[in-house]
């Protein structure tokens, strides 16, 4: 079985994430895998103060496969953050936020705003897959 935690802002850090994965070494069998997520990061955020918000990405060695979620509503900035994070960082793969309804999230066309541009966000989506 395949065990996946959704990313939670404020919830997800590294602490929450070795608690989960102490639980699960407990009670594990040999076909069972455990996925976690970081704390959402902004793209904005990360290219003009990346030491100010790259603490959300903080991971330990014992997470092999550990997902770097970013959030963004333009193009430029989630492409840079996306090559930054897998470049630098020993990250399995990078999600991209589309629910989170909050509405300072929202305001920079970022987390469920972007569903209401489909076609945007598609091609945001198109230009990082190309670049990655």
Known sequence: ?????APMDGITDLAYRTICKEIFMKYWNPADELMLWTEFMS????IHNPKGVVK?????????????????????PLLKCA?????KYPF????????????SVMKCDAGSAML?????????????????
């Open 1 to 5: 079985m395949r065990l996946c935690l």
């Open 43 to 46: 793209a904005d955020g990360y």
């Open 56 to 76: 959300h990405l903080r991971m330990s060695d014992f997470e092999p496969e550990l997902i770097a979620q970013i959030f963004g509503g333009t193009t430029d």
């Open 83 to 87: 090559q930054d994070v897998m470049t």
């Open 92 to 103: 399995s793969g990078i999600e991209i936020n589309m629910g989170c309804p909050s509405p």
């Open 116 to 132: 209401k541009d489909k076609p945007k966000t598609l091609w945001i989506l198109q230009q990082i897959h190309e670049q990655l």
